[in-house]
């Protein structure tokens, strides 16, 4: 077992212990998505370099948490998604057109 499958099994436990899926539908999933990357945007809100890496770290965390709950959720395979989508953007900014540049694809 790798180690995404040992976390995924770990936050299915955490959530069942405590009775929470009863919460996490898609909608209520998403909403928290975007309330912890905007706690995540917090950390650099008046210095982009100054910042405290281990709130930084919290934040992600949280992030990253609720995105593996809604795959759950969804019944969808995160590695799956995550690589199809990369071959989209793979696509949507070639190389010769992209690097180095942070143009949106539609303008390259």
Known sequence: ?????????????FNKDRDWDQFHSPANLAKSISI???????CFQWNDNKYDINEVKEELADVANYCI???QVLN????????????????????KKAKGV?????KL
């Open 36 to 42: 912890e990357a905007n706690e995540l945007l917090e």
């Open 1 to 13: 077992m790798d180690r995404l499958e040992k976390l995924d099994k770990r936050i299915k436990k």
């Open 102 to 106: 942070s143009t949106k694809y539609n």
């Open 69 to 71: 709950q809604m795959a």
């Open 76 to 95: 969808v395979d995160l590695i799956d998604i995550i690589n199809k989508k990369i071959s989209v953007s793979e696509k949507k900014y070639p190389i």
